[in-house]
């Protein structure tokens, strides 16, 4: 009896590691993600292609007088939305973003001038492309971000956050007019009050 239980488990562990085996084998050699991806081409002529080669996809960008080049390469075996896709665009830039797990995220601000360098980085809230502003997470800070020029203005939420991601506290975040909204939710004598803290932007 004894033999028969260690039979059937030994024999349940190896189906268990056969199937896993195949299921590894196949996300292996997912060298061509090609159906997964789609090439854009905006209405103001700007495009975003994805170009594949021994498994890895790049990203290009540019429009009728210019074609870049991201530097990182994205494997095709990953997640779907590991690879970046378009979230929206200007007559400026390109917005692209990809996922790296849960809260996790990267955005790619790609700059539709031939010189201008990308801005890129984690957990974006919001931008303003018209006045080429972003606002990100940076630790227990937000950091506002000048697209053209790179210069960036620092901004210390007035939350008493304990979570360990800052994002878990802010209930929205907004850029306009020059100046940044951060709403969230306080609790005094067991009852919730909406609280925003108002920031000018000085980029």
Sequence with gaps: MFFQKVFKSAFVVAIALILLSNGIHEVVNRQDCRSLL???????GAFVNYQIADGLVTVQWGNQTFSRQLKEEFYCDGPPNAIPWIDRSSNKYIVMRRGCGSPCWYFYVLPLAKEQSITNGMFDLDMDLEKEQI????????TIE???THRKQTVIPKIDCKAV?????VDSIQLANNKLYIEWVDWKNNEKHKVVQQVDVKL
Excluded: E, P
């Design 165 to 169: 991601f800052l994002g878990f506290c």
């Design 146 to 148: 000048q697209l053209s």
């Design 38 to 44: 789609k090439d854009s081409t905006l209405t103001n």
């Design 135 to 142: 606002v990100y997470i940076d630790n227990h800070s937000l």
